[in-house]
C-alpha cells in the first residue's frame, strides 16, 4: 500500500518535512517508498530498521532508505522524543556518490557528522529544502533540490568513504578559513585559532593530509585565484594584486613567476584573454 503522504505529490518531485515526535511514534510501510527516503537527526533520538537491522540515531546522523526497502522507525524510549527533518527524493544522477554511506544492512544507509558546525550546515540546507519543497514559486522545485544538493555535499566532506572525509575536522577548517581569506595575508598562529588547534598539531596534520603547509597552500590558492582572474578578466594586474592582498605588485609578480613559470603578463597573453586596461 503506498503511504498517503506519497499521493500527495507528483512524481519525482519532493516530500520533505520536520517532525518532533514523542514517546510511541513508530512508521512501518512493509515494502518501502518508491523514492529514496532521507533523514537527519536534529534532536532526541529515534531508531531505523529494516529486515533484523537496527540502529539508533542521534544529533548529527544522517539516514536514508532506498527505494523497495522496509522501513520500520520512529522514537526511542530514551530520551523519549525525535527532532528529525525528512525529505523523499528521486536523486539525480550525480547524487549516486555523495550518498555512498556506510550501508547498515541493504537498502539501509548511516552517516555521522562528529563536526557540530558542520552538522549546524547540513540542517541549514536541509531545513531551507523543505521550506522550498512547500513553497508556491514557479521554481520551488528546483531551489528544493539545490538546498538539498548542498547538504549531501556538505556531507560528503565528513563521508569516510570520500577522499574529503578522511580529513581531520580541524584540517577541513583551515581549508574553508584559507578560502574565506585569499584577500589577505595570513598567519599560521591565525589559521590554527580558527580551528580551535595548536599552530604545531595543525601544521603537522595539514602537512601530513594536504601535502604542504598551510601557508603554502594559501600561497597557491591566492596565486591560482590569480590565475584565473588574468585569464578570464580585463583587470589590470595591479588590481589583481591588490585585490589579492599583495601590496606590493613586484612581489606578487615574482611569486607568480615561481608559481607558474612566466610572468602574470605572459600568462594572461597565452590564455588568450583580453588586454590589460
Given at each position: 500500500m503506498v503511504d498517503?503522504?506519497?499521493?500527495?505529490t507528483?512524481?519525482?518531485?519532493?516530500?520533505?518535512?520536520?517532525f518532533?515526535?514523542g514517546?510511541?511514534?513508530?512508521?512501518?510501510?512493509?515494502?518501502?517508498?518508491?523514492?529514496?527516503?532521507?533523514?537527519?537527526?536534529?534532536?532526541?533520538?529515534?531508531f531505523?530498521?529494516?529486515?533484523?537491522?537496527?540502529i539508533?540515531v542521534?544529533?548529527?546522523?544522517?539516514?536514508?532508505?532506498?527505494?523497495?526497502?522496509?522501513?520500520?522507525?520512529?522514537?526511542e524510549?530514551d530520551p523519549g522524543?525525535w527532532?528529525?527533518?525528512?525529505?523523499?527524493v528521486?536523486?539525480?544522477?550525480a547524487?549516486?556518490g555523495?550518498?555512498?554511506?556506510?550501508?547498515?544492512?541493504?537498502?539501509?544507509r548511516h552517516?555521522?557528522?562528529?563536526?557540530?558546525?558542520?552538522?549546524?550546515?547540513?540542517?541549514?540546507?536541509?531545513?531551507?529544502?523543505?521550506?522550498?519543497a512547500?513553497g508556491a514559486l514557479p521554481?520551488?522545485e528546483?531551489?528544493?533540490?539545490?538546498?538539498?544538493?548542498?547538504?549531501?555535499?556538505l556531507?560528503?566532506?565528513a563521508?569516510?568513504a570520500?577522499a574529503?572525509?578522511r580529513?581531520?575536522?580541524r584540517?577541513?577548517?583551515?581549508?574553508?578559513?584559507?578560502?574565506a581569506?585569499?584577500?589577505?595575508?595570513v598567519?599560521l598562529?591565525?589559521?590554527?585559532?580558527?580551528c580551535?588547534?595548536s599552530?604545531?598539531r595543525?601544521?603537522?596534520?595539514?602537512?601530513?593530509?594536504?601535502?604542504?603547509?598551510?601557508?603554502?597552500?594559501?600561497?597557491?590558492?591566492?596565486?591560482?585565484?590569480?590565475?584565473?582572474?588574468?585569464?578570464?578578466?580585463?583587470?589590470?594586474?595591479?588590481?589583481?594584486?591588490?585585490?589579492?592582498?599583495?601590496?606590493?605588485?613586484?612581489?606578487?609578480?615574482?611569486r607568480?613567476?615561481?608559481?607558474y613559470?612566466?610572468?602574470p603578463s605572459a600568462y594572461?597573453?597565452?590564455?588568450?584573454?583580453?588586454?590589460?586596461?
Open positions: 498517503p503522504q506519497l499521493r500527495l507528483a512524481p519525482r518531485s519532493i516530500l520533505s518535512g520536520y518532533q515526535q514517546h510511541g511514534y513508530r512508521s512501518r510501510r512493509h515494502h518501502g517508498t518508491n523514492d529514496w527516503l532521507l533523514m537527519a537527526t536534529e534532536d532526541g533520538a529515534g531505523l530498521a529494516t529486515g533484523s537491522s537496527r539508533r542521534e544529533r548529527g546522523h544522517l539516514s536514508c532508505y532506498l527505494p523497495g526497502t522496509p522501513q520500520d522507525y520512529g522514537t524510549l522524543h527532532d528529525f527533518v525528512w525529505a523523499h528521486d536523486p539525480r544522477t547524487w549516486a555523495w550518498l555512498n554511506w556506510h550501508e547498515v544492512s541493504p537498502g539501509m552517516l555521522v557528522i562528529d563536526d557540530e558546525e558542520l552538522f549546524t550546515a547540513i540542517l541549514t540546507s536541509l531545513h531551507a529544502c523543505h521550506r522550498d512547500c521554481q520551488h528546483e531551489l528544493a533540490r539545490n538546498a538539498l544538493e548542498r547538504a549531501l555535499l556531507a560528503d566532506l563521508n569516510p570520500a574529503t572525509g580529513l581531520d575536522p584540517v577541513r577548517q583551515a581549508v574553508a578559513y584559507i578560502g581569506h585569499l584577500d589577505r595575508s598567519s598562529a591565525g589559521i590554527a585559532a580558527a580551535d588547534s599552530p604545531s595543525l601544521a603537522h596534520l595539514f602537512r601530513d593530509q594536504i601535502g604542504m603547509a598551510p601557508i603554502r597552500f594559501h600561497e597557491h590558492q591566492r596565486l591560482q585565484r590569480a590565475a584565473q582572474l588574468l585569464a578570464a578578466t580585463a583587470e589590470s594586474i595591479q588590481d589583481i594584486a591588490t585585490t589579492l592582498g599583495f601590496d606590493d605588485p613586484f612581489y606578487f609578480s615574482n607568480f613567476r615561481r608559481r613559470a612566466c610572468s594572461r597573453k597565452r590564455s588568450g584573454a583580453a588586454a590589460e586596461q
